[in-house]
């Protein structure tokens, strides 16, 4: 099984922008657009992490695909 992580897009970015606006953003996230963003925080990645296991019903994953981690490179 496999997830793919750092692209923040749809449900994922409405709630992160949620979580923005409450005050509690994730950190070193990038807003791409207006319906979309990047991170590759650990606090970002834990959290997907987490709801990709509780969304699948699975106790592990097998691997984790990280999205365009270049973004990151300044």
């Known amino acids: ?3 793919k992580i750092g692209t923040l897009q749809g449900r ?3 709630d ?3 979580r923005e606006h409450l005050g ?5 996230m990038i807003k791409m657009s207006e319906q979309m963003a990047h991170c590759i925080s650990p606090e970002y990645l ?4 987490t709801t990709s ?3 699948l019903n699975l106790e592990h994953i097998d ?4 999205q365009a981690p270049e973004m ?3």
Do not use: D, W, Y
């Not at 834990?46 to 992490?49: G, H, K, L, N, T």
């Not at 691997?63 to 990280?66: E, G, I, Q, R, S």
């Open 24 to 28: 509690h953003p994730f950190p070193g």
């Open 16 to 18: 992160a922008m949620k």
């Open 46 to 49: 834990e959290f997907q992490i």
């Open 72 to 74: 990151m490179l300044t």
């Open 53 to 55: 296991l509780r969304r």
């Open 12 to 14: 994922v970015f409405a």
């Open 1 to 3: 099984v496999s997830t």
């Open 63 to 66: 691997f984790v695909f990280l």
